[in-house]
């Protein structure tokens, strides 16, 4: 083998054609990042609101609004997981303006890190479902409520659903009973501390999932994916979010939903960055008062039919839409956010290594 | 072995030139090393340093931007969470117990086990099948490369979905009336998630081994069997020559296979098989967010890439396989008998069956049959979400809902990016691909290589939440530059994705150029940029297009890091498909998965046939043959 690494020959070929690509890469790079920036330094002198939300009728909302205010709404629709994480992974320099998703104890926790905005309410008149959501340091203002953990099934496999949770960790439906993992699906930690809250406890609570975990339960990451198992025959029983059920049940007449009681309330909610310039943060209160006004109630409830549209509202005068049971016929508990929203890391670590392991 | 094989193997590094003098390089305008005095001595020799050297910092400058940086930040995180606001300490191992705690090493194994086994049965799988469409007169030669395209744009999770949609109890083979219970409790479990990935990441290895066995005429397999060697002996010499591709798609196919999140997140979560991705995952969507378990576990993923590595570096080393030369000639293809023509055509008819017919039967019935399961036995197919989704308005029951669907504007915007990406990739990873075939890499080129080949191991989650931690610092606000949430960051992201996957694919083929064709060019009297472009440019041309093709297609549909670099209000169409599944219109999510998949392929065909139209015949005829 022939070593004389100090060949000046092909050196001399080799790295001019390094140095030639390198150049026409620094270019190119340089000249999208030169085209990029010029649109996104292209704002308006209004401060555009920047919402991140996961709600199916979050543009029919936006584009009211937009029209309605002439304020810029700059909209990241997504699912709950990603707005958090973004959220999180920009607290040293946050670009949210105003956060739309489900689940109080999400807002509780963004809240103890002390993300949130305090000490604003919009003057509204609440039923006492929203009067009872409104947190004590109005840190976030809840927009409506669905519920956590549903019983979905369909009539045509399952003609005698269970009537209690107990039921649940009958022989009967060993291997026949799926949820989301709560790590995962933001609508399910309210449903697993829900259930520990019922129980008495996070010691009965975490007895209780390994008894289901022993009855052969399915975990799936989110409500549609259980739901998809559901509508596959693989489980005969899915407790998912009851806006997911319901809107099943639209498509499908067969796919029943039952809430087993109690139930845990899941109220939707929006919280303003405590870190927004402070002209952002007045275009958010607009915007929150936009939603929860008669219009904005009407978009909420036109604008995802068959999803998220399907929600219990917390203003007087607004009625649900007619796929939705009366309140009155169900038996609801609600939790506290900051006692939950707290355990949240630990209860997760928990579930993670007895139920989905 | 390599003493063993007396073919061109050894490169005859400076044997002509350094024979010729300093005064004939320089009559031929090469570059002249010598003693020489004074300023202009200094001044040649700094120039002369430029030139060698400062091409390599450049391209070592772009991926430290694009990957180390990130990369860095999110696992600096993990040890100094203050740094980036995560926490109030400036240093704390407390990440690591934590995620000790949380079986954090299981995940790991079963990732590593699962990788190693995959690597394997696609050497098997994807070095099988390029001998086949590459060396014999199999049946169907022409559309066989079309239908590997095809896998290596489907997504995984859709694979593990197409598959559970034809086992399940209430799936497609019951509806047949085949029973599949048995194997449905198999594939549910490391069996399944072993055979998903195996198909899945095929393609990686059949790519690089292609492009190998293209590049090798049949003069070696002729050589030794004019003398006398039969098919064993045969194997000894071709198999260390394939080398550099077989390692490159050892290594790339592990890292993919550590990398896939579409896997672990359905078929292995589902049997309760923890993989390291999903551990990553779900600390990341955790709240408050756990990114320093994250990073501990990026951190053990980035360091098993070492393993690949260490074993391209123990059988490399040193050694050149540079055959792609002026004298390769097109290899003559084995003849096969009728009977074992057919048969190697059913074998890889059947493997596309088992590795496309699931992932196509899983997506199109999504779309068509709106009640998937329930009603499956009446077939309810319907054209309504395509209506819906081409008309840019939602029916829902009695009210419209205008622009919901809108497609135009995501399609367009990832068109406009895919576009920009593959372009800058296929250029930035051929300088990071001869950085990389560098016969006796120093550290550096050793470091970097790990980075990239650890990025690749590393879930897109990792790299977004990284690209926000390192270009969303408040210092870099207050100068007024605020990258994140802008579409240059997000293509920087694409980049990131990109660059170290291609440049480790083109590899193989850069490994082979030898630098004769340059030589013979600049002997020839032609300058460096001239010969490059006469002799280099057509030898790497078809391997360029390709490395266009897939960074598009992949850039196109890619999910994770588009969720969190995307500006607000610019959605491109992954995070728009996204957004409609994951709020339950499965129906409209999968017709516009169907109409963007038809307009990629439109950009391939329109790319490719540009290609074999426009390009000059010669440049097809070199380097990768029936690859694209």
């Not at chain 2, 990832?414 to 550290?443: C, D, F, K, M, N």
């Amino acid at each position: 083998m022939l070593r004389n690494p100090k060949n000046a020959v092909s050196r001399g070929k080799t790295r001019p054609a390094l140095t030639g690509l390198a150049s026409v890469a620094l270019v190119s790079t340089a000249l999208t990042l030169t085209t990029g920036t010029g649109i996104a330094t292209a704002a308006t002198s209004v401060t555009p609101l920047v919402v991140y939300s996961a709600q199916g009728y979050d543009s029919t909302e936006t584009t009211a609004f937009q029209k309605a205010t002439g304020i810029p709404v700059e909209l990241d629709d997504d699912s709950t997981g990603p707005l958090l994480t973004k959220i999180e992974a920009e607290k040293n320099n946050p670009k949210w303006g105003v956060l739309w998703v489900d689940g109080a104890t999400a807002f509780a926790s963004l809240d103890q890190q002390g993300l949130l905005m305090k000490g604003w309410e919009p003057t509204v008149s609440w039923n006492a479902l929203g009067k009872e959501a409104v947190p004590p340091d109005k840190s976030y203002v809840p927009t409506g409520f669905t519920m956590a953990g549903t019983l979905v099934y369909d009539d045509k496999t399952v003609t005698d659903p269970p009537t209690t949770w107990q039921d649940l960790l009958a022989t009967k439906w060993n291997g026949d009973i799926g949820m989301n993992d709560p790590a995962v699906s933001g609508p399910t930690y309210p449903f697993v501390a829900g259930m520990m809250n019922y129980l008495g406890g996070v010691n009965q609570g975490e007895k209780f999932y390994t008894g289901l975990e022993n009855n052969g339960l399915h975990v799936y990451l989110t409500n549609g994916d259980t739901l998809a198992a559901l509508e596959a025959g693989i489980i005969k029983l899915a407790l998912i979010q009851s806006s997911a059920g319901i809107g099943a049940g639209i498509k499908d007449p067969d796919i029943k939903v039952k809430f087993l009681p109690p139930v845990t309330a899941l109220p939707s909610a929006l919280g303003i960055d405590s870190k927004a310039p402070k002209a952002e943060q007045l275009e958010a209160e607009k915007f929150i008062e936009f939603v929860l006004s008669t219009q904005g109630q009407q978009l909420m409830q036109s604008g995802d039919p068959t999803g998220d549209s399907l929600y219990w509202p917390v203003l007087t005068g607004v009625t649900p839409l007619k796929a939705l049971p009366a309140l009155s016929s169900i038996k609801v508990q609600t939790i506290n956010p900051y006692t939950w929203g707290s355990r949240e890391d630990t209860i997760n670590t928990w579930f993670t290594d007895n139920i989905v392991e | 072995m390599s003493q063993g094989i007396p073919l061109a193997l050894e490169e005859p590094e400076g044997a002509s030139p350094q024979g010729a003098g300093p005064d004939l390089a320089a009559q031929v305008g090469l570059p002249v090393t010598g003693k020489r005095r004074g300023a202009k001595a200094f001044g040649a020799r700094a120039a002369d340093t430029l030139s060698r050297y400062g091409g390599a910092w450049v391209v070592w400058l772009i991926l430290c931007i694009l990957v180390a940086v990130p990369v860095g930040a999110f696992l600096l995180q993990a040890i100094s969470p203050r740094m980036f606001g995560q926490g109030s300490s400036w240093f704390t191992l407390s990440a690591f117990s934590q995620a000790f705690q949380a079986n954090a090493f299981k995940a790991l194994l079963n990732s590593i086990w699962v990788s190693v086994a995959v690597c394997a049965l696609d050497l098997l799988i994807g070095g099988g099948l390029a001998w086949m469409v590459q060396r014999t007169n199999v049946g169907g030669r022409r559309i066989w490369p079309g239908f590997m395209w095809a896998l290596l744009l489907a997504p995984t999770y859709l694979m593990a979905q197409g598959w559970t949609y034809l086992l399940e109890p209430k799936g497609v083979f019951a509806q047949m009336g085949i029973n599949a219970s048995a194997v449905y409790h198999v594939f549910f479990g490391p069996a399944g998630v072993v055979f998903v990935l195996a198909l899945a990441n095929a393609p990686f290895a059949y790519l690089t081994i292609s492009a190998a066995l293209g590049g090798l005429g049949s003069q070696y397999e002729e050589a030794v069997r004019v003398h006398g060697g039969g098919r064993i002996a045969t194997a000894r010499v071709i198999v260390p020559v394939l080398a550099p591709a077989v390692l490159a798609s050892i290594a790339l196919v592990f890292a993919e296979t550590m990398s896939d999140y579409g896997v672990s997140s359905t078929l292995a979560f589902q049997s309760h098989f923890q993989m390291a991705t999903y551990g990553i995952y779900e600390a990341v969507t955790d709240l408050p967010t756990q990114f320093g378990v994250a990073g501990v576990l990026s951190i053990l993923l980035l360091a098993s890439a070492a393993i690949p590595l260490a074993l391209q570096s123990r059988v490399t080393r040193g050694r050149s396989y540079a055959i792609l030369s002026g004298r390769t000639r097109p290899a003559n293809r084995h003849l096969l008998r009728r009977p074992a023509k057919w048969a190697m055509t059913s074998v890889v008819a059947g493997f596309f069956l088992l590795a496309l017919g699931a992932p196509a039967l899983g997506a199109f019935y999504g779309s068509f049959v709106s009640n998937l399961g329930v009603e499956i036995g009446a077939h309810d197919l319907t054209l309504n979400a395509y209506r819906e989704v081409l008309s840019g308005s939602t029916q829902y029951g009695h009210v419209q809902v205008e622009g919901a669907s809108a497609l135009a504007a995501p399609l367009l915007l990832s068109l406009e990016l895919a576009a920009i990406t593959a372009t800058v990739t296929a250029v930035l990873g051929l300088a990071v691909a001869r950085l990389l075939a560098h016969r006796r890499p120093g550290r550096f080129t050793k470091a970097g290589d790990l980075l990239l080949l650890g990025s690749i191991a590393l879930p897109g989650i990792v790299l977004g939440a990284g690209y926000i931690f390192a270009f969303n610092l408040p210092i870099a606000s207050r100068f007024g530059v605020d990258l994140y949430e802008t579409l240059p960051l997000l293509v920087m992201g694409y980049l990131a994705t990109s660059v170290p996957t291609q440049s480790r694919i083109m590899m193989g083929q850069v490994a082979q150029v030898h630098t004769s064709l340059l030589e013979a060019a600049r002997v020839h009297g032609a300058r460096a940029i001239s010969a490059w472009r006469s002799a280099y440019v057509p030898v790497v041309s078809r391997v360029l297009v390709l490395a266009w093709l897939v960074t598009f297609t992949k850039t196109f549909f890619e999910l994770p890091i588009s969720q969190l670099l995307y500006p607000p209000g610019q959605e491109p169409i992954s995070v728009a498909i996204n957004s409609w599944v994951s709020n339950y219109h499965y129906d409209i999510g999968t017709a516009m998965t169907v109409l963007a998949l038809l307009l990629v392929f439109a950009v391939i065909a329109v790319v490719s046939g540009g290609f074999r139209l426009l390009a000059p015949r010669g440049w097809q005829r070199v380097g990768w043959r029936n690859v694209g």
